[in-house]
């Protein structure tokens, strides 16, 4: 009997010291994921303060390809060379390719939807073209500035949509 009592009065003695130390390492435990979390905050807002002047320079660059690459101002600023209609198409289309894939750098700074959008702006744009040459009515290069032009009178371009989606993104920065 003496032996359960000792016993008994060791385990009164261990009882308090257990919920205490269980006490303690849930208190640190708590504080510890807290402080982790705070830092982590504060790194995440400092790296923010650095990204988003980078992140606005992007939106500004696609901007400027998604108004180089619109038809009605590639038109303007692509002339012609001669009257040759495959020519020509291949130099619109070789300018569109050229200016994304000089811009290519700047999808890992915009959502993937945004990229996915000017990609696909870029290949409308790329197709409206490549039909246009296919018309029938269509025999120089004057026909298809002309063909291409009307075309986009009715429509909005493929940049331009893309454009709003970019100007949208842009205003859910701030």
């Known amino acids: 009997m003496e ?3 000792l016993v008994i009065s060791y385990f009164a003695y261990l009882l308090p010291a257990i919920v205490v130390g269980l006490v303690a390492y849930f208190f640190f435990k708590g504080h510890t994921s807290n402080e982790e979390g705070r830092r982590r ?3 995440q807002k400092e790296a923010q303060k650095s990204l988003l002047p980078v992140r606005l320079q992007a939106y500004e660059r696609l901007t400027l390809l998604l108004e180089r690459i619109d038809p009605n101002k590639l038109l303007i600023r692509v002339k ?4 040759d209609l495959q020519k ?3 130099l619109l289309i070789q300018n569109i390719d050229n200016e994304y894939e000089h811009n290519l750098s700047q999808q890992i700074y915009v959502s993937p939807e945004c990229w996915n959008l000017i990609t ?4 409308a744009t790329i197709q409206v073209i490549r039909q246009a040459s296919m018309n029938e009515k269509v025999d120089d290069s004057d026909k298809l500035r002309a063909f291409i032009l009307n075309h986009f009178m009715d429509e909005v371009t493929p940049s331009h949509k893309a454009l709003m989606y970019v100007k949208k993104e842009v205003g859910e920065l701030f």
């Open 3 to 5: 032996d359960v009592t």
């Open 41 to 43: 905050y504060l790194i």
């Open 80 to 83: 012609p060379y001669s009257g």
């Open 88 to 90: 020509y198409e291949t």
């Open 120 to 123: 696909a702006a870029k290949n």
